[in-house]
């Protein structure tokens, strides 16, 4: 049966409902969203471990995926845990400020995620089309700059619906319905006039969704052009290969997420349960498959995490003949007094 929407909260406390409609189906749902937030934090991880003890991936595609890494571990963390203890514990509560906490990280990241992803296209137009001048102009200091310009772009465009939102009176029963602070939900909330709300946030996420992924496609049509050129069949099906599998990712993260704003603010006939699973996999479902599309299909990831396991090997084999080594020399000494 779907819980029952708690009467008694107060404008210090929200409760989320999860997905609304299929609160029956929580437990089962939990499932997928837990292995992928498990594949999320194992992948990551690694990529993370493997670029930094590597010399060899401290280039401007590894930085950025590094990047990209940590981005997916602040967001899937900002929002699964809460979501699975609603899910498992029917957890709903949450204070204000957790919630306006959580909702800014989620868009302000989400923002950062797009931006590396148009960091990252732009690496792989300069290292495929000009390849002589890449390492000149990616310069560490470079990348550094872009990374700090997606971080600042990000707060800039984020902070005014945070501090909007908190100084919106909100009305009781303080139910959001969704599975976590989403802006348009908790929005519904409010009391007060939200026009500027509504517009900033339709205008900005707009612009990011759209401007982003136009740099894409054009940095992508590029490498394609160049990649038709070459005259080996094998070079250009495994450039194919890699700009097909980038581009679902990225299409994964996009689509998603401008179907579930456009849904939530023009088409409120829509089941609420399409529009906050959507929502969710364009949170869950990019953390989880990027460090497989980016990592592990990528040859110097696989062989540096090769060479870091090959040394780790003869170091944990070490342990033993050492040990020995001390227990027969305290024999002996024992022995010999």
Not at 225 to 241: E, T, Y
Request: hydrophobic content about 45%; charged content about 10%; glycine content about 6%.
């Amino acid at each position: 049966m779907p819980h029952s929407r708690p009467t008694n909260t107060s404008l210090l406390e929200l409760h989320l409902t999860g997905i609304p409609g299929l609160q029956h189906l929580h437990h089962w749902i939990s499932i997928p969203f837990c292995i992928m937030y498990l594949i999320t934090l194992a992948g990551n991880s690694t990529l993370l471990c493997v670029i930094k003890a590597e010399p060899s991936l401290h280039l401007p595609m590894f930085l950025f995926l590094s990047m990209l890494a940590v981005i997916d571990l602040v967001m899937s963390t900002s929002i699964t845990p809460k979501m699975l203890g609603i899910f498992w514990f029917h957890f709903t509560a949450i204070s204000l400020d957790a919630c306006l906490t959580q909702m800014y990280f989620v868009h302000a990241f989400s923002v950062m995620e797009s931006g590396v992803l148009v960091a990252m296209a732009f690496d792989r137009y300069m290292a495929i089309c000009n390849p002589l001048r890449y390492l000149s102009i990616l310069t560490s200091p470079v990348v550094a700059a872009i990374g700090l310009a997606t971080l600042l772009r990000a707060v800039v465009f984020m902070s005014p619906l945070t501090f909007q939102i908190h100084r919106l009176p909100l009305c009781s029963p303080a139910v959001v319905d969704h599975s976590y602070c989403e802006h348009m939900a908790v929005l519904k909330l409010a009391c007060g006039d939200t026009a500027f709300s509504n517009t900033y946030s339709l205008s900005i996420s707009t612009y990011v969704g759209s401007f982003d992924s136009l740099l894409i496609a054009l940095s992508y049509a590029l490498i394609l052009r160049a990649v038709l050129s070459l005259s080996s069949p094998q070079a250009r099906k495994k450039a194919f290969s890699t700009c097909g599998s980038h581009v679902c990712v990225m299409a994964l993260f996009y689509i998603p997420g401008l179907l579930s704003m456009y849904m939530e603010r023009y088409h409120q006939e829509l089941p609420p349960h399409v529009q906050v699973l959507l929502a969710d996999i364009y949170l869950l479902i990019p953390p989880a498959f990027n460090p497989l599309i980016y990592g592990i299909k990528t040859k110097q990831i696989r062989d540096g995490a090769r060479r870091m396991i090959s040394r780790r090997r003869p170091m944990a084999r070490g342990i033993g003949p050492g040990l020995k080594g001390t227990g027969l020399g305290l024999m002996k000494t024992k022995s010999i007094s």
